[in-house]
């Protein structure tokens, strides 16, 4: 199994990326999929979820009308759209899935052993 997540890199404040995580040795389309993030001196943090078939998306409150998630089965990628970044959104970006759904609560703080799978990460930095 593997969840290799691409895409990072240097941007300025308002800029956008778009960061993709290609799975494989797992079926994809049967699991759910999340976009965590580590910010310098935090805890992992839950950023944003898809369902299968892509029904539902749900966002930490702090991304949202910002970043869109979006997942492609055929291609078996997870994406990020992030627009209008800001300084505080920089950090390391991993994803991961689970079978079934999970939910977060504030403060979202959540782990490599809260998923069935976990990435490599992505380091997102935002800074003039």
């Known amino acids: 199994v593997q969840l290799q997540a691409s895409g990072g890199g240097l941007v300025q404040p308002g800029g956008s990326l778009r960061l993709s995580c290609a799975a494989s040795?797992?079926?994809?389309?049967?699991?759910?999929m999340y976009w965590v993030r580590q910010v310098p001196g935090k805890e992992v943090a839950w950023v944003s979820s898809?369902?299968?078939?892509?029904?539902?998306?749900r966002y930490i409150d702090s991304v949202l009308g910002r970043f869109t998630v979006s997942r492609d089965d055929a291609k078996n990628t997870l994406y990020l759209q992030m627009n209008d970044l800001k300084s505080e959104d920089t950090g390391m970006y991993y994803c991961?899935?689970?079978?079934?759904?999970?939910?977060?609560?504030?403060?979202?703080?959540?782990?490599?052993?809260?998923?069935?799978?976990y990435g490599q990460g992505t380091l997102v930095t935002v800074s003039s």
């Open positions: 991961a899935g689970t079978r079934r759904a999970i939910t977060f609560n504030a403060p979202y703080r959540t782990g490599r052993e809260d998923f069935d799978y």
């Open positions: 040795g797992f079926t994809f389309s049967n699991y759910w």
């Open positions: 898809i369902s299968t078939g892509s029904a539902h998306t």
